[in-house]
């Protein structure tokens, strides 16, 4: 009788996940709860089968496992990207939903403006600083003033752009001629800004120049949104040239 249940259970299982399997396509994007982490990657629940988010599609930026990034019991937006009925699996991205945050960042960063950032790590030749989850620029030795202190991993610091280049992905900073007066200018601009109504008519400041979650993403006091009134008037100094 047990055994008649179990092999009922089972097949009602398979039936459903087949269903399911029926229903779900590449492209189409679900939101779902995490079951369980792995080393590997983190399964959702897609209802009558697991779907498989790889730990390379989880996120833009740096971590060294998945449970840095979700928790099971979280609920979370995915993208399809492969459906194999056959194997009954399917697999997800968290970072194809988002979009790559260099298309994104092109709209709101330029030479010569002041940015927050994370310092990560540390080499012989500079310090990497995340922007953004999967934005990383570099500030090299020579652009930390001289008998100032380097920068500690997980420190904030705000950094002139002195180099931008989107198509290699690369960006430059600098702390040479950041003063707290300057910063204090772009703190007063920006906490301006966010009080002031959009003049766009959407009531968030978006400039409207694409859609993606990254637009609403905030760094610490100033808003991406709000990136352009950071710039430093006259102080561009042809750094794409250099």
Known sequence: MILNQKKAVD???????????????????VTAPVLRIADFGVFIDLGGIDGLIPASELS?????HPKEVVKVGQEVKAVIFRVEKESQRVALSIKKLLGDPWTQIK??????????????????????????????????????????????????????????????KKIGLSLIDVTQEKIEGVKLQSDESETAPSSNGNGNGNN???????????????????????????????????
Not at 120 to 138: D, K, N, R, T, Y
């Open 107 to 168: 709209y709101k960063v330029e030479a010569g403006m002041l940015i927050y950032g994370t310092v990560i790590s540390e080499a012989a030749f500079g310090i990497f600083v995340e922007l953004l989850p999967g934005i990383e620029a570099l500030l090299h030795n020579s652009e930390i003033p001289e008998g100032s202190e380097k920068p500690q991993v997980g420190s904030t610091i705000i950094a002139k752009v002195v180099k931008l280049d989107i198509n290699q």
């Open 208 to 242: 409207g120049s694409n859609g993606s979650d990254y637009d609403s993403i905030n760094i610490p006091s100033i808003s991406l949104d709000n990136f352009a009134l950071c710039s430093l008037e006259n102080e561009t100094e042809e750094a794409l040239n250099n």
């Open 60 to 64: 833009w930026g740096r971590y060294n």
């Open 11 to 29: 097949l009602e299982k398979q039936k459903k996940a087949e269903d399911t399997l029926l229903k779900l396509k590449e492209g189409d994007i």
